[in-house]
């Protein structure tokens, strides 16, 4: 009776040790920073690194146990994660994420959703979502994630959190398993945006500089109105912040569907018929949406088609039907996908100008249920495609806060 009684107050502690940890992290450990007698830039700080960064010794699971079974040990560690521990912060160890990082949920079959800290009946957002709660949750300073659709900026989103998806190419991903090399970007989330400045010049290489005062700050007006918030909490309330920063001659006011369809010619071919007079849908961001992920799917199968025939991994079904899509996906209109990125750089170079800034919505809404219907879910998420496809296919940086 009584091995039965510690028996039970094991386990209580052991749920209960789960549960202040939201069940954010696939495995803990501590890796120690560099040694060093200078004063480093993130010393004292904490981090954890999402299951897609290599780590010396420790297999790289990519949110999928047979991936991990099929796998040996990373025998180096990713760069990114290098360049925090020679700046001084601790790791923690690795954190939870959607299968193959191919969702934006949060959810996960095999290793459970971690719980939002901000709101725990509703889904974290992926795939870096362990990394987010981490974050949320005060179990680390600051973490990182990858953004390949949109997997730092959702779940920062939805967390309550600050996270920065930096442009293409300007953090190395060697030591990352690819998802869309068009896309993928290493990312990183944190509370404080401090350290989430502190984290990015580590990360960036950067040196300590002021900071450099915008000269416009555009409201893309059609993007605020796919928000299911009211336009007098964020526009408004953002126009007034501006002016009282940086003057009313910063604000200007844009449609950037009709921008973007006029300066993006490429786009016809992706366009949908019929879609031009729903009011919760952008013609032009949706065609962009679809480029997107059709350039996402087939670099995905590039990349992994060998091994998920192979393998035949046990996933979660809206992952599995959403990968063997991929798999199936043919190299028509892949050329135009190459110059809808290369049209929507240019304009929105044009437009941004040297030290512009582009301020819209990062999700329309609060997160979904976490027990939500899977197909209320894709709906749910195609709104967000709209907004968020521009940083991807432009490859342009973008912060969520």
């Known amino acids: 009776m009584s091995l039965l009684h510690n028996s039970h107050r094991v386990i209580a502690v052991t749920d209960m040790a789960k549960s202040l940890e939201f069940g954010a992290f696939m495995e803990k450990f501590t890796l120690q920073p560099s040694p060093s007698a200078l004063p480093l830039p993130l010393s004292g700080l904490t981090f954890a690194v999402k299951d897609i960064f290599d780590i010396e010794g420790y ?17 180096s560690t990713a760069p990114a994660v290098m360049d925090l521990l020679k700046g001084g912060a601790t790791c923690f160890g690795k954190t939870v994420m959607d299968e193959m990082a191919y969702c934006m949920y ?11 800290p901000c709101a725990p009946d509703r889904v974290p957002g992926g795939s870096s979502s362990g ?3 981490a974050v949320g949750a005060m179990l680390v300073d600051f973490s990182l994630g990858t953004d390949t659709g949109a997997s730092v900026r959702v779940p920062a989103s939805y967390c309550g959190i600050l996270g920065f998806r930096p442009s293409l190419g300007a953090v190395s991903t060697a030591g990352v398993i690819p998802m869309s090399q068009s ?21 960036l290489h950067l040196p300590d500089v002021d900071p450099i005062k915008p000269n416009q700050i555009i409201i893309p007006e059609d993007c605020f109105r796919l928000s ?20 009313g001659q910063c604000v200007k006011h844009v449609i950037l569907g009709d921008y973007v369809k006029d300066k993006v010619p490429s786009l016809q071919h992706f366009m949908v018929k019929g879609n031009e007079d ?16 059709l350039l996402q799917r087939y670099e995905f199968k590039n ?37 809808v990125r290369t049209e929507l750089r240019a304009a929105l170079t044009s437009l941004l100008g040297d030290h512009g800034i582009l301020a819209l919505p990062t999700t329309p809404g609060e997160p979904p249920k976490v027990q939500a219907n899977p197909a209320t879910l894709d709906l749910f998420f195609s709104r967000p495609f709209s907004l ?5 296919v432009s490859g342009f940086c973008q912060v969520q806060t």
């Open 183 to 203: 896309f993928d970007t290493v990312g990183w989330f944190a509370r404080d945006p401090v350290i989430l400045n502190r984290v990015g010049r580590v990360l």
């Open 59 to 75: 297999v790289t699971g990519f949110g999928n146990p047979d991936w991990a079974r099929t796998h040996s040990a990373a025998t």
């Open 388 to 392: 968020l496809s521009i940083a991807g």
């Open 278 to 293: 729903q009011e919760d849908n952008i013609p032009s961001l949706a065609a962009l949406s679809s480029a997107m992920r």
């Open 131 to 133: 990394s987010a709660v």
């Open 106 to 116: 949060g959810v996960n079959k095999h290793y459970g959703t971690p719980i939002n």
């Open 303 to 339: 990349n992994h088609a060998e091994w998920v025939t192979k393998v035949n991994p046990d996933l979660g079904p809206e992952i599995s039907e959403r990968i063997w899509d991929a798999i199936k996906v043919t190299g028509e209109k892949i050329d135009f996908c190459h110059s």
């Open 228 to 247: 299911s918030v009211p336009s007098d909490r964020t526009a408004q309330v953002l126009v007034k912040s501006i002016e009282k920063l940086f003057g």
